[in-house]
Structures are given as C-alpha cells and as structure tokens.
C-alpha cells in the first residue's frame, strides 16, 4: 500500500498527487514512468514519474477514464495499492543547444523533468504548452521558472495564442535557426502532425509513446510499437523514441482497440 | 505382469460442461482409486520411474507408504525431493519423464504416478502438512529475485537452512508462471496461494512491485547487505513470428492474453477492467502447453472456431499429451504442418491468416523432423490470433547489472554451481535453460539454494 501525501488539482480534470514510494524514488529518472492499480480489483496502468521529492514520487493525470477517475477519487492520507517503478528507459539527453518542447494538455508533467535536464545540461529551452482552454493549460509557473521562452496556445483562444501547438510551433522553426531540436508529447494525433513538422524544418524529434500497457517489464507485448519497420516494446526499449520513423497511425489504431469496453467502464462510472 | 489391472483413468468434468468453466478439468483420484492405481506399481529394486524425474522423487516409497495408509509419511517422503507436490502432480510432463520411464509402459500402461503425486500433495496440502517449525534466523540476509516455481523452491530452502530470505517480484502478485499463465482449469489459483502462504509461515518475507535491475538493482541489493543473491526472473519476453502483419490489432502473444484472464481475471467480463477482446474465430500459432492454454481458454471465452497452427507434426508437438487430449476433446482443431507466413487486416484489425504448407525433412537438432516448405499455401478468416511460439529472458536484470554474463538470446550464464559471473550471484530456472518446465525451475532453485548454502558457509568461515 502506497500514502497519498499530498494533492492539488490543476483544474477539473487534472490532478498532481505525492506518493511515498521509497522503491520508486530511489533510481527514479526524467523519462522514467509508474505503473499503478488504484484498489485490489484495478487495472495496471502506467503513468509518468512527474518529480521525486526524497522518498515521494509525483505524478500528474487526466482523469480520462474509470481509473484515473477512480484515482481521483483518493485523498491525502488514503493508499494506492500498487505502484511500481521506475520503469522504462530514461529519457536519452541529447547533446543540443536549443530545445524546444511541445506539450499537448497533460503531457507538460512528462516534459518537464526532461526540459529541466536540458536545461541543467546548459542548453537553452523554449516550451510550447497547449490546451483545449486556459484551464488546460498546466504547469505554466513551473516552466516560467527555468524556461528561456513559454508559449501558450489554447483551442479557443482562452489563453495564449488560439489554435493548436503547431500553429506555434511552424514560425518558430521557421524564424530561429538555433533551435536544433523538438521533443513532443502529448496525445497521439498531436506528436504526428508536430514530428512531421520537425521533419519539414529538419530538426530532430523526441517523442513518447503511450501504447497500452500491462506488466510494464517486457512481459506481455502489448505495448508493441513499430519503428523505422522494426518492433519495440515501448515499456522496456521507451517510451521515448525518435519521432522521424514512428507509425503512428498503427498506434493510435492500437490504443482505440479496447475503446468499447472502455466506454462501459465509465458507464459503470456514472451509474456507482 | 499378468493379470495386471489397466491404469485407472482420472475422473474428468464432461468436455461440453468445462467449456463453459474454469473450473478444474481433472477430479483427481479419491483415496480408494489411489489405492488400486498404487497397487499397479511393482516396487523396482531400481526404479526407472526415479532417475527420469528431475527431482528424484522417491516414487515407490510414496507410493507403498500411500497403500500402508501412511499418508503423512507418504507426504513427507515427497516433500523432501519436491516441495510442490500439488502443481506438480498437476503440470509435470510425466510422459516423458517420470511414467515415460516406468518399467510397466514397455508392455501396458505406466503407473498414474502424477495423478498419485497429486493426491498424495492434496492430501497434505489439507492437513498442512508443510507447515513445520524451521530454525530461527542466522540473521544472514539472501535475496531471491522473482516468485515462480524457480524462486519459491529456492527460498524455501534457504529459510530452512537458516537465512533470512527475501523474495522481490516485479508483478503485484506472486507465483509467475503458475499464476500469469497456466489457467485454473489445470491448476486451480487457490493451491498457488497455499503454497506461498507456507512460505510465508516459514518466515520469507515477500516484497511486491520491486523490478530488480529497477527499483533496486543487483548492486543496491549487495550494498543493503544482502550476501548473496537468486535469480529467478523466468523467461516472459514473448517471441514473435517476425511476419507481416503482427502488430496489428487483434493479434495477441500468449502472454497478454493468459495474463489479461488469468492475473487480471479478465474472464469476469464484463466486470473486469482489463478485459479481453476475442471474436468466434481464433487461430493460436504454436504447439506446445502455452499453445494448448491458450487455445482453451478461448473456447471457454467463447470462441467458437479455434484451430491450432503448428508447424510440425503430431508427434513433435511439445505440450503434455494431457493437454492435446483435453483440448481435442473439447472442439480445438489441429492444423497441423501448417506455418503463418502473412496477416492481414481491415482498418488494421486482423481479418486473415496466410498459412504455408509444411512437409517434414530430415530429422533437426532437436531430433525432430525439420518442416520443409512446399510452396502450397491457405487462407483463414479470423478475428484474433494468439501466438505462442516461445519465451526469453526479459533484459531488464541483463541491462542494469554490470558484469553479468549472458547468451545472445539473453539467458544468464552459470557455472557448474548455478553462480553467475558477478560473485555471490546465484541463478536458476528458466532464465538459465529458456522457457523449460515448472519441475525443472524448481529443481534449480533448489540445488542453486545448496550452492549457496556452501558460499555462504566458505565465505564466513574465512572472515572469522
Ligand atoms: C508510458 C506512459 C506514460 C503515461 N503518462 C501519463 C501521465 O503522466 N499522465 C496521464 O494523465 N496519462 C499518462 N498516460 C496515459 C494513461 O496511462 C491513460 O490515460 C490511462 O491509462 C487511462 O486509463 P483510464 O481507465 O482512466 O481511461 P480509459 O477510459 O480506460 O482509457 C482512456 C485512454 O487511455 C488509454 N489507456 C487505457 N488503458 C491504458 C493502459 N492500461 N495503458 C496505457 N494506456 C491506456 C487508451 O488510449 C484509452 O483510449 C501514460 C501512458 C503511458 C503508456
Ligand atoms: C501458459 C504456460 C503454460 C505452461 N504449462 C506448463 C506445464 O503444464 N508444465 C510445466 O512443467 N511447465 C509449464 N510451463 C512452463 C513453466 O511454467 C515455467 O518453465 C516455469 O514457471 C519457470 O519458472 P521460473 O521460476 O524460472 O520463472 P517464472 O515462473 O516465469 O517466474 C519468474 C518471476 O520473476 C518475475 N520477474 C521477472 N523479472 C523480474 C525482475 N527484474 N525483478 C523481480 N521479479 C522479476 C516475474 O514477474 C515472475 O513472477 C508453462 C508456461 C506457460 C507460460
Ligand atoms: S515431480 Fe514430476 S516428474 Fe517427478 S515424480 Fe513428480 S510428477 Fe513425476
Ligand atoms: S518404474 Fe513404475 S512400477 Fe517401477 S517403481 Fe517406478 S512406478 Fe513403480
Ligand atoms: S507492457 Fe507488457 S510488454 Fe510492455
């Protein structure tokens, strides 16, 4: 059983929560993710390591579906069942010297730690941070502390400029030259149309994947992604890959697979 | 021999009643079939029954002590060569091993000594029979990576030897294989959970959710003062077919299925929240028990149509001959000297399995029959295909543990006293051997906790 030590929510869907877990926090790396099941009869499922605080581990989520609901449902001072971690490899810091991140909604806790290990590395780091309105846009503070630039962008132009991340994204690949590569993660459909933007611009990417997953060690291959043709598990060789050669129509078809059953889940939901 | 009494079949449930259930197919013998199948044995004077089983269990002496009613004892004198007397009544490959080898299979049957294994460990598994004092703590600490057959059998060696054992497993619950893969039908979960609540009576102390090479590597391990350390991770990484078409959806390796309905019990649908998704054809690629799992647990899902692939022939199919019974006997077509070669899909969902015809060629290095190619092939329409093709070591231990030797395919090199190439570091299983059987990993895990015992034993008699 693992203490929720702490808990704030972002907005109405976006939770941070503080963890103790000493056998995650101790090797934990930027990249690196948990997997977690709320209470005995939960589903596995994995979330990024966000930030250590000595023996505590955050993690930030979008309340999407059954379990990330179920795990909003918890408080400070209830437990979690399982958590296990730090799994994954972590992220590849790359010899660059001006990075820009781009974050689609919750994927700015991922990118965080990985900007802020650029950063420390002396590179210089602009962000992208989109989301559907000023709400969902998370982690502004955060990222203004270290950040050389902070770009927002919102669909309805609550905050920031209105339109998507690659609105943002096009003119600042096309007007500065010393940006020399791209990391992007947020939902699927975004890391496809900003990795082919990096391509256009001939700029590296980094992207990170979340297919579905269950054990996270390499166990039941569900987590199968495809590169450059060849076959990944993404929860022991990831979740970050260059983007230049993923497919990532395959995996969006593969994350979509069980969306029935997920739908019956909130059903079930709704109905508690 | 004359007059000898055929075996006596164990009682089944009907196949068209455990299609629909998970419940155990064999009954099992009661006390007075034990009893007329033990009366069978002839009591060698060298058994052949005993230098086949890997464990050396005392075959005959259970067997007599089982028909003098010394139950207990009868327990007892298996539990000293094979502590899971339970599962492995249950899964062992007895036809080549154990019964392949009884003096009475040259001209009848062999002796059921499974089935007897089986109830004799029932017996005692009800009377708690393992429960038994174990000698206070050394206060010398061991580690014991993984909790399948391979760890179990290797903790439980070492504790009654002594030492203060700990056993980490990655999963959020323990027994690996016997609990992820093998299904209930053949081994009930409850029996799984007995035997590691024996273990944790004897004092092991069990720690879940830890990935060693991760949260805590080999090193870390060593350094927390544990002085000397198992390896018992197993071999879960799936192989793949290496053809067209596998990712797509639909397509499942073994592993996510057995592991979607047995640990994550997804055959409570619609209750469960990892559930699985199965359409009424399935093809299963593969031929030995994790093929045959497979395939029957889909037909209790509900599959209608589910046919085996397999490359090879009948013969050379390498699943328990129990199982390929079973599985006939419960609707599951052999397609035999049949070999995938393509998948193909709609919208990217699986809709099609392209199959070679085989022939057989000259015997390989197994000793089987090489398939050959014929240039023939055949089309299947499926909704889902399961590929069971065999297990590697996951590489999680191999990448985070300097100085750890390995093969190419990932196994861990040992030495002739199971130690590894990092000193202290023992390791047994199937992340020695590559996928094998729940006897042969329990069998290292034991011999590998006598190594140990011996380095242990070396090593403070000359710090002191
Ligand atoms: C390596 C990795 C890191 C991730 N990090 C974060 C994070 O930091 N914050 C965050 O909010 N989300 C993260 N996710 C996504 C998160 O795991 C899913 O949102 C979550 O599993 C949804 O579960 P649910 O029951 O609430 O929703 P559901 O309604 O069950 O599913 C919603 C969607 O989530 C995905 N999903 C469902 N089950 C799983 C599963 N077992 N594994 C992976 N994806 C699944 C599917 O695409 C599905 O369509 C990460 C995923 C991966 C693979
Ligand atoms: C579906 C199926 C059916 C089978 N049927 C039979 C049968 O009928 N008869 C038979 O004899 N054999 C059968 N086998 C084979 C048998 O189960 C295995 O040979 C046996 O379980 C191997 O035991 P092990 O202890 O080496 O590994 P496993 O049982 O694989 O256990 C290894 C454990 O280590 C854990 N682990 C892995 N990596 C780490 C890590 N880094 N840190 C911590 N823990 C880790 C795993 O989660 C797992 O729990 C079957 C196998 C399968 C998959
Ligand atoms: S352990 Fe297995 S091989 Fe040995 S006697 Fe028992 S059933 Fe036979
Ligand atoms: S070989 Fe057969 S008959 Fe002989 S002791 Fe073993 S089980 Fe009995
Ligand atoms: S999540 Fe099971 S192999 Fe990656």
Redo the contacts between chains.
């Keep these: 059983m693992y203490k929720i030590v702490d808990k704030k929510s972002y907005n109405q869907d976006v939770d941070w929560m503080l963890v103790e877990a000493p ?2 926090a ?2 934990a790396k930027p990249g690196h993710f948990v997997i977690l ?1 709320v209470d005995v ?4 499922i994995p979330l990024t390591i966000a930030g250590i605080d000595g023996n505590n581990v955050e993690i930030i989520y979008q309340k999407m579906g ?2 990330t609901k179920l795990l909003g449902e918890k408080n400070v001072g209830d437990t979690i ?7 994954g490899q972590a992220a590849h810091i790359r010899d660059k010297k001006h990075v820009i991140g781009v974050a689609g909604g919750v994927g700015s806790a991922p990118l965080l730690p990985q900007l802020r290990a650029y950063k420390e590395q002396g590179a210089k780091v602009s962000v992208i941070l989109g989301g559907r309105t000023k709400d969902y846009v998370i982690l502004k503070k955060e990222y203004e502390a270290f950040c050389d630039h902070v770009h927002i962008t919102t669909d309805d132009g609550s905050a920031g400029q209105k339109g998507f991340v690659t609105d943002a994204l096009n003119p600042l690949l096309e007007s500065d030259d010393t940006i020399d590569h791209v990391i992007a993660i947020g939902p699927v459909i975004m890391m496809k149309f900003v990795t082919e933007m990096a391509k256009k611009h001939d700029r590296s990417i980094d992207v990170s994947l979340n297919p579905i997953m ?2 996270g ?6 987590c ?3 590169i450059d043709d060849k ?1 990944y ?1 993404a929860c ?1 060789d990831g979740p970050d890959f260059p983007g230049e050669h993923v497919d990532f ?2 995996l969006m ?2 994350q ?3 969306k029935d ?1 997920e739908h ?2 909130k059903l079930r939901l709704k109905k508690q | 021999m004359k007059n000898m009494k055929p075996r006596l079949k164990v009682r089944e449930q009907e196949a068209v009643e455990r299609n629909n259930n998970f419940l155990e197919v064999a009954l099992g013998y009661s006390l007075e079939e034990a009893k007329q199948e033990a009366l069978r044995c002839i009591q060698c004077k060298n058994p052949r029954c005993v230098q086949a089983c890997p464990v050396r269990v005392k075959i005959p002496e259970f067997i007599k002590l089982l028909l003098e009613d010394a139950l207990d004892e009868s327990f007892e004198t298996i539990y000293d060569d094979n502590i899971l007397p339970s599962i492995c009544g249950r899964v062992c490959p007895q036809e080549s091993q154990c019964e392949g080898a009884c003096i009475l299979g040259i001209k009848a049957e062999p002796v059921n000594i499974g089935a007897l294994e089986r109830f004799v460990g029932d017996y005692g598994m009800d009377k708690d029979l393992a429960d038994k004092p174990v000698p206070a703590s050394n206060g010398i600490k061991v580690a014991v990576v993984g909790s399948g057959p391979a760890g179990l059998a290797n903790a439980a060696s070492l504790r009654r030897k002594g030492y203060d054992v700990t056993i980490f497993e990655a999963l959020h619950d323990y027994g690996g294989v016997l609990k992820y893969g093998i299904p209930d039908f053949r081994l009930p979960k409850d029996i799984v959970t007995n035997e590691i609540d024996n273990l944790k009576k004897m004092g092991v102390t069990f720690v879940k959710n830890a990935v060693i090479g991760k949260s805590i590597t080999i090193d870390q391990l060593k350094e927390e003062g544990y002085e000397s350390i198992f390896i018992g991770s197993g071999a879960g990484l799936p192989s793949s077919l290496g053809i067209p078409g596998e990712n797509l959806s639909g397509v499942y390796f073994a592993n996510e299925f057995l592991t979607r309905v047995n640990l994550m019990k997804a055959r409570a649908v619609p209750d469960s929240l990892t559930p699985v998704k199965l359409g009424d054809n399935v093809a299963v690629v593969g031929g030995g028990n994790v093929a045959m799992d497979a395939a029957r647990t889909a037909k209790r899902l509900g599959a209608k149509n589910v046919f085996i692939l397999y490359r090879r022939d009948r013969k050379s199919l390498p699943a328990r001959l129990d199982e390929i019974h079973h599985a006939e006997e419960e609707g599951i077509d052999l397609r035999l000297l049949q070999n995938p070669v393509e998948l193909t899909g709609e919208d990217r969902i699986v809709k099609q399995v392209k199959v070679e015809i085989m022939k057989l060629g000259e015997p390989d290095s197994s000793g089987r029959q090489r398939p050959l190619p014929t240039g023939k092939y055949k089309t299947y329409d499926i909704d889902n295909i399961i590929i069971s093709i065999g297990q590697k070591p996951n590489p999680i231990i191999k990448d985070n543990t300097a100085g750890l030797d390995t093969q190419p395919w990932g196994g861990i090199i040992t030495d002739e006293y199971q130690m590894t190439s990092v000193e202290g570091v023992f390791a047994g299983g199937d992340v020695v051997t590559g996928a094998a059987t729940v006897i042969l990993a329990m069998g290292a895990g034991k011999d590998a906790a006598h190594h140990m015992d011996e380095y242990l034993k070396n090593k403070h008699a000359r710090t002191s």
């Design positions: 056998l995650v101790r090797n099941r009869d939960g589903e596995r059954y379990s069942e399982d958590f296990v971690g730090p799994l269950i054990d060690t390499g166990m039941c291959g569900n199968r992604v495809t076959t598990f022991i129509d395959e078809s593969r979509n697979f069980y059953e019956a889940c």
